[in-house]
DNA sequence: ATGAAAGCGCTAACAT
DNA sequence: ATGTTAGCGCTTTCAT
């Protein structure tokens, strides 16, 4: 590989002026040189080596997508496809933008902590951690971040948090699975922080207005096994019998459960309903088709990113920002309408 | 964030002893120095500086994921299961391995080139490409991949192919189908080259024994759109109606087609049957549930890396290889038994 | 408009 | 066992 050195030399200039060429800053440059030293580095193919542009710049143009995994064994947080949708827009825009995208999983915030600062990532979109977390991370690795589904206010200047009106959203949808005539409901997470509190909290809301029971005993915990297996499926299915609805906290879960519930012999919608979140296209091609609540995963990560790039090129302009994306009940088939007879 | 020149000054010795404790080349220092450094080290935090070190051993730890997008809107492979899988088990293996996984997603060659070299990626992991582009980045960039789903012999040092027996894999998948009394069968795929093209063969073998036709017009072509879509829905909705069962290329097509089929008024598999490949778990979920072929996606990326790191550490070993995986016919409910009175 | 030179933090060959 | 030193390729300040 040809090195700026050598293309000065070719040329009969400094680095300094090849480097100057190189990113454009052609007004301190005469055409005329540019010229020549364009046509050699078209020549010799030139092409930078980061590592040394980035020791010596003190940036990286490296965003990360960081995955926080709840359990060692969950291994694979891309197919659930809200994932798998943000990263796509992550990508897309990053790539745009002329940042590069590193993907990083893990369940170890310190080693986290030393992932970042070793490699020097220009900003981060956090998905899965908690607030404390953030400002853990934060406070040893202080760049740009933005947060996907934090619920909480984050007191953090170069901070962007994306998420969606999670309580409302479910209240909605808890609203229509009442009016369908359901009054033992279940809310299923798999924790119960965040986004996942939240639509507890829109869950519950809904339920007491109505007068139903929404308890403890109405929240079943999702134990997310390896891959495609909830491992505590057996348990759902028991605990299913007391209700007529069971609303999950995404359509990946939704479609597990109506799997397993149907593997060990109950029909869905007629025993039981179901209920979504996420809209993903799971929710479209399993039958019966998910009720659930839209949201658009890609465009939360191309946000992600915009908001990260503007941060990062922008210092003076830092601050914390709270996005809210709009979100919409889509009525498909996995909500029976109970007889109110 | 302290360097190793101020761990070597406050402890001090000399740099050089530094990076021997912190590499772990601990015979060649005394057991009291190593002790003293790694104190100091762990007191003062260190975290190395990546493009630093990078830049010193002219490696970088990373590898790459390399997709290639065959049109500019198709942004997101990552929503098909395949390839989530795939890059699922790439990243826990590289992070195991202590590699970096950097993605990037392109369908643009020259570009690409001048990624890997900035980067000066260790190694990379093709997806979705075709021999001779292939060949034309090894030419250029000369480092260890594993090609997914390539099935020329590739003339390369370097280099480890991953893939199935496709061929047979789709003739059992279709003498299945045959056995169960269809004669008009079609082949759906978005291409004609590799795994495509390979799983052709196996269909048209498989459909010449048995005395059936399986020319071109038994050839439809997939067109995939922005996501959910595809964009030729209508037209495989029309020329459906030629056939009894349709077999197509991957699970996530086979989903995508049966939705569109189903939205336009067929009924599968009374009117038509739908076969898929890869047993993603989209197969599972769907109703009725898809007849396909069983393959580890999450596997072939553990793989993948696990030969990159082996050829990365083991220059002097680096041979062409080629590994196949095995494959298993999965009956489910998507291919109806056709009365053969 | 152009160049000289220092230095980013680390590695590794070589010396002691 | 430990230290010295010369880079790796690039950016950037400061001269000219």
Redesign the interface.
Same mark, same amino acid.
Request: glycine share 4%.
């Given at each position: 590989?040809v090195t700026i050195k050598e293309i000065a030399g070719i040329v009969g200039v400094s680095t300094t002026t090849v480097s100057n060429v190189i990113h454009g800053k052609a007004k301190e440059v005469s055409p005329a040189t540019v010229e020549k030293i364009q046509k050699v580095l078209k020549e010799y193919n030139y092409? &930078?080596?980061? =590592?040394?542009r980035?020791?010596a710049s003190n940036r990286?143009r490296i965003i990360g997508v960081i995955m926080k995994s709840q359990y060692e064994y969950e291994?694979?947080?891309?197919?659930d &496809?809200f994932v =798998?949708?943000l990263?796509?827009?992550v990508?897309?825009r990053a790539?745009q933008n002329g940042y590069?995208?590193?993907?990083?999983?893990?369940c170890d915030i310190q080693e986290l902590k030393?992932y970042i600062?070793?490699?020097?990532m220009d900003g981060m979109v956090m998905v899965g951690f908690v607030a404390e977390e953030i400002y853990s991370i934060q406070a040893v690795c202080s760049r740009p971040m933005a947060i996907i589904d934090v619920c909480d206010y984050l007191d953090m200047e170069n901070c962007i948090s994306i998420g969606l009106e999670d309580r409302e959203a479910m209240y909605h949808m808890v609203r229509h699975v009442i009016s369908c005539g359901h009054k033992k409901i279940a809310f299923l997470a798999d924790n119960d922080v965040n986004v996942d509190h939240e639509r507890k909290i829109g869950f519950q809301r809904a339920m007491s207005e109505a007068g139903l029971e929404a308890g403890e005993r109405e929240f079943i915990k999702i134990i997310p096994g390896d891959?495609?297996l909830l491992v505590n499926m057996d348990e759902i299915y028991q605990r299913s019998f007391a209700y007529t609805a069971l609303v999950c906290v995404s359509d990946y879960y939704a479609?597990?459960v109506?799997?397993g519930l149907k593997d060990r012999g109950r029909k869905v919608p007629e025993d039981i309903s179901i209920a979504g979140f996420d809209d993903s296209?799971?929710s479209?091609?399993?039958?019966p088709a998910l009720t659930t609540v839209h949201q658009d995963a890609?465009q939360k990560g191309k946000t992600a990113v915009e908001q990260l790039c503007a941060m990062i090129e922008n210092p003076e302009a830092r601050c914390y920002q709270k996005i809210v994306f709009p979100t919409e009940l889509v009525i498909r088939d996995s909500i029976r309408k109970i007889d109110l007879l």
């Open positions: 590989m092409t &930078p080596n980061i =590592s040394a980035n020791l990286s291994n694979n947080r891309f197919v &496809p =798998s949708e990263l796509g827009g990508l897309k790539n590069s995208v590193m993907v990083y999983n893990t030393r600062m070793s490699w020097n891959y495609h479609v597990h109506m799997n296209y799971l479209h091609f399993v039958r890609e």
